[in-house]
């Protein structure tokens, strides 16, 4: 595993690596958004809509997205996000990252 550096981005340019089709760009992107992002609920649109991305390594950090936005920022909207993920358990080349981002969800979001 390599360290890389995670730099803030203005909602546009993270618009634009979201958008970019170039899978290294949107990593980078979506690990930017969750972590510096305040509007948690457009980063977990995003989560979401990236879970569907043909690439395995954006769908990774789309499912890792939205642990960080629950262990960062302390919100989700579970009723959209568990059925999400859940769905992806069956994912073999994400499955382990999906049980990561529950495991955060349940630890810092505690269900009802």
């Known amino acids: ?7 803030t981005y203005a909602k546009a340019e993270l618009e ?29 649109g995003w989560c979401l809509r ?7 390594n954006v769908r990774r950090m789309a ?14 909207d579970l009723e959209l996000v568990l059925p999400a993920l859940r769905t992806r358990l069956s994912d073999s080349e994400i499955s382990g990252s999906v049980e990561d981002a529950l495991a955060d969800i349940r630890q ?3 269900m009802q």
């Open 16 to 44: 634009r690596m979201l958008n970019s089709g170039n899978a290294e760009a949107m990593v980078d992107g979506l690990l930017s958004a969750a972590w510096y992002e305040p509007d948690w609920r457009w980063v977990q």
């Open 50 to 56: 990236l879970l569907e991305n043909p690439n395995s």
């Open 108 to 110: 810092f979001m505690p």
């Open 63 to 76: 499912a890792l997205g939205l642990g960080d936005i629950a262990r960062i920022h302390r919100h989700l």
């Open 1 to 7: 595993m390599e360290y890389k550096e995670t730099f």
